[in-house]
Each structure stands twice: as structure tokens, then as C-alpha cells.
């Protein structure tokens, strides 16, 4: 537990501010002031301003509650739906199976930035739509993750006990078989959180997420692209928000796999 304290208290810091960032903000990030627009770092913003004199700290603030929480939704939808759909095929087999993971391997025949990039431009953009079109594409891995670690526990004399002992099909998968495909899933998840950020943010940079005035990092990335050599605070503060964030949640999948894995064990 010591190895991954650290990990958890960086990553429940920055949960802490994506949930409170509307009370953690020293400006309305909203809030225009041409008066001071695209003033460097100084005293009173300490990130300086942007091309509308907005705060860019507070933007910055902010747009972890947009980028964080909707990426740890949409997480937690694909590896919910995504583990249920495999245990489920991997426990019952037969068509429903062949016809899911056939499904699956349709969508995992497409790279997933360019099929997301696809499905949300065809979809009109926004958020929403963004994190539709990785959802659609999201859950395969989960589902193929689950179906493949059911498959080798129904076969476990525990499985055969319990079948024996009168319990359901539901009572079986609810009891024991999505008990114990939980510790690689969460791992899996963990691990993801970092990816479906940059992806989050790579669609609003593209104009295919967000969309203006909303604070969200990859679209105030943009939104600065231009201003890279005359004002680099624009671009270079929000860029920095999902580095460092990426970086936390990528050492705590990585902490949190050391722990689960038996064999490290």
C-alpha cells in the first residue's frame, strides 16, 4: 500500500480540484477584460490573460472539472458496459458470443483516434458527441478483457460447485465471476484514464469536442495555436495541465498493477 499512497493523493488531488474548480477559481474564467488581454504572467494572473483578457488560471481551473470528469465518466461507462458485455459472452457462449466479438473485432479493425475523429465530425461535434464516438468504439477492449478471463474461470471447480448448489447463471456472474475479474479491469481502467484524456482533448483541439466559450484544455489549446511565438502562456498552460495530468494517473495504473498483479505478489 505504501507504493501507491503517493500515486493516490497526487490523483485524488486533482479529482479534488476538477469536482471544487468553480470555488478554487481567483477569477471568473469567463469573465472578459480587454483592457488586459494577452498580458504575460504577472502578480494578479498568474498564468497571464488571454486573447479576451480572460484568466488564464482560472480557465485552466475550470477546464479540469470539463476534461477531467467527463473523462472519468466516459471511463467508467465503456469498462462498465464493456466488462458486462464480455462476461456475459465469455459465461454463456454461443451466438450472442460470436455475434458481439465479431461486433468487436469490426471496431477494433479501425484505428481509435481516426474512427473517433469520424464518428464525432459525422455526428455534428460538441462533448457529447466526442465522448459518444469513443464510447463506441471504447468498450470492445473491455469486453474482450472480461470474455477472456471469464472463459478461464468458468472453468474453476468453484463454478462447478455453485452450479451444483443450484445458483443462477446471474447469481454465478454477480457472485463470482465478476468479483474476480475486477482487480485486471480496474487496472485496465486506470491505466486508460490518461489516454481518454488526451483523446478528450485531441477532439476539442481538432474542433470536433468543446466548443466556445466552455474552458476545456484541449479547446483553449487551440484556441491558442496561433499565438504560440508572440503569447506561449496561452497554449503552453494548458498543455501543461494534461501532461502533468496524464503523468499522475499514468504512475497510479502503474502503481495500482504492482499491487493487483499476483505474480509481483
Not at 477584460?33 to 480572460?54: F, K, M, V, W
Not at 489516454?195 to 466559450?213: K, Q, R, V
Not at 494548458?238 to 502503474?254: E, K, M, Q, S, Y
Request: charged residues 10%; proline residues 5%.
Amino acid at each position: 500500500m505504501n507504493k501507491i499512497f503517493p500515486q493516490l493523493i497526487s490523483a485524488g488531488a486533482i479529482i479534488f480540484i476538477a469536482i471544487f474548480a468553480q470555488y478554487l477559481t481567483p477569477f471568473d474564467p469567463y469573465e472578459q477584460n480587454l483592457a488586459r488581454a494577452l498580458t504575460p504572467p504577472d502578480s494578479i494572473n498568474l498564468l497571464g490573460t488571454d486573447r479576451y483578457g480572460r484568466d488564464i488560471l482560472s480557465r485552466v481551473i475550470i477546464g479540469s472539472q470539463t476534461t477531467i470528469l467527463s473523462a472519468l465518466a466516459l471511463l467508467a461507462v465503456i469498462s462498465i458496459f464493456g466488462s458486462l458485455i464480455g462476461a456475459v459472452c465469455g459465461f454463456k457462449g454461443g451466438k450472442l458470443d460470436t455475434f458481439l466479438m465479431r461486433l468487436s473485432d469490426v471496431f477494433l479493425a479501425f484505428p481509435q483516434m481516426v474512427f473517433a475523429i469520424a464518428a464525432a465530425g459525422a455526428l455534428g461535434g460538441g462533448l457529447f458527441n466526442a465522448a459518444l464516438a469513443l464510447a463506441l468504439i471504447g468498450w470492445t477492449k473491455y469486453a474482450r478483457i472480461s470474455r477472456s478471463l471469464t472463459l478461464t474461470i468458468r472453468k474453476m471447480p468453484y463454478i462447478d460447485a455453485a452450479k451444483l448448489a443450484g445458483t443462477s447463471s446471474f447469481g454465478i456472474l454477480i457472485n463470482h465471476v465478476l468479483p474476480n475479474i475486477a482487480g485486471p479491469i480496474l487496472v485496465t481502467a486506470a491505466l486508460d484514464i490518461g489516454t481518454i484524456i488526451m483523446e478528450l482533448a485531441g477532439l476539442s483541439f481538432l474542433g470536433l469536442g468543446a466548443m466556445p466559450p466552455t474552458a476545456e484544455w484541449g479547446a483553449m489549446m487551440n484556441n491558442g495555436r496561433s499565438m504560440l511565438q508572440t503569447a506561449s502562456w496561452v497554449i503552453l498552460a494548458p498543455g501543461f495541465a494534461i501532461f502533468l495530468t496524464v503523468a499522475i494517473f499514468n504512475l497510479l495504473g502503474d502503481a495500482l498493477r504492482d499491487v493487483l498483479d499476483v505474480k509481483n505478489r
